[in-house]
């Protein structure tokens, strides 16, 4: 395949992601040339015009790129700050970006259930389609609940022959949207707290900032940002940590306008 077509196409991929492949390029490469075959598509040139029409193509191309790997209970310590920051309110309203297969979504629904908040809901975004399919199924292997305490476990999951499946009272609690979050900026959502882990890793500087802007409008005032341990972004004039301990973990703070727009903001 012509080296610039792979690049024009890379590039193409992340500026609607974010996502970065530089360094997955042989991987990239391979699984152009695989959907080529399957598509009966002939020329790269051909591919990258069908992808840019974002045809269906597009979105069998990132279920093949993009990493949806979680699991359940991850930075556990995380939900457990968040269960505490969420006690004694009502109508809580929790977004999980990207939720990948589900797995951090009913994390989070599952422990606050367990502290008896019953006044809340989920919504869980991602971008891959075949991870949002899981999720809505809820059936999960073995190697995904690793971390689950037998007795949650068993409080929360039907064991089935090839697995378990969550539980009805839970699955009600989180709604699974397949989204991009660059084209959802202009939602009108208000949060308290926003999990967001895992998808700095792969994202480029210019559209983590964009995602904080977002983030920024999407936050209830004294609302949480909750990145992972790591996740790295240099510094954005509208969060501030919460706390030296807590390294990624951000409360939104004031911050006008024009300082927000992220193409106007230095290296910081
Ligand atoms: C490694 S998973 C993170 C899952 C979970 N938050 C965790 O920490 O375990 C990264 C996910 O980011 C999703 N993703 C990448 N770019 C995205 C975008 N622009 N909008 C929404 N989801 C995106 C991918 O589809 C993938 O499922």
């Not at 360094?23 to 020329?43: F, N, P, Y």
């Not at 008896?116 to 891959?128: G, Q, R, S, V």
């Not at 399919?133 to 037998?150: E, I, M, Q, T, W």
């Not at 949480?224 to 703070?253: G, M, N, T, W």
Request: some cysteine; charged content about 35%; aromatic content about 12%.
């Amino acid at each position: 395949m012509r080296e610039g077509c792979i690049e024009r196409i890379t590039a193409f991929l992340t500026s609607t992601t974010g996502i970065t492949f530089d360094r997955k390029k042989e991987m990239v490469d391979h699984k152009l040339k695989e959907l080529m075959r399957k598509s009966a598509i002939g020329e790269c040139e051909e591919l990258y015009s069908r992808l840019i029409d974002k045809e269906a193509l597009y979105y069998a191309l990132l279920e093949e790129l993009l990493v949806s790997q979680s699991f359940f209970y991850r930075e556990k310590s995380d939900i457990d700050l968040l269960v505490r920051f969420l006690q004694k309110r009502s109508g809580i309203s929790i977004l999980s970006l990207p939720c990948a297969n589900g797995e951090e979504p009913y994390s989070i629904a599952i422990e606050l259930m367990e502290r008896k908040i019953e006044d809340f809901d989920i919504l869980a975004i991602d971008l891959n389609p075949k991870a949002i399919a899981k999720a809505k199924k809820g059936h999960y292997g073995a190697r995904d609940l690793r971390n689950v305490p037998f007795s949650i476990l068993a409080k929360y999951f039907d064991e089935e022959e090839e697995g378990y499946r969550i539980k009805e009272n839970v699955k009600k609690k989180v709604e699974f949207v397949c989204a991009n979050l660059f084209e959802q900026s202009q939602a009108p959502f208000s949060f308290d707290a926003i999990f967001c882990k895992n998808l700095f890793i792969y994202m480029d500087d210019s559209h983590k900032m964009e995602a904080l802007d977002i983030f920024h409008r999407w936050l209830k005032d004294d609302g949480l940002l909750f990145l992972s341990f790591s996740d790295y972004f240099k510094a954005h004039p509208c969060f501030d940590r919460i706390s030296k301990e807590c390294r990624s973990i951000y409360k939104k703070v004031e911050c006008d306008e024009k300082s927000r727009l992220y193409t106007e903001w230095g290296d910081g």
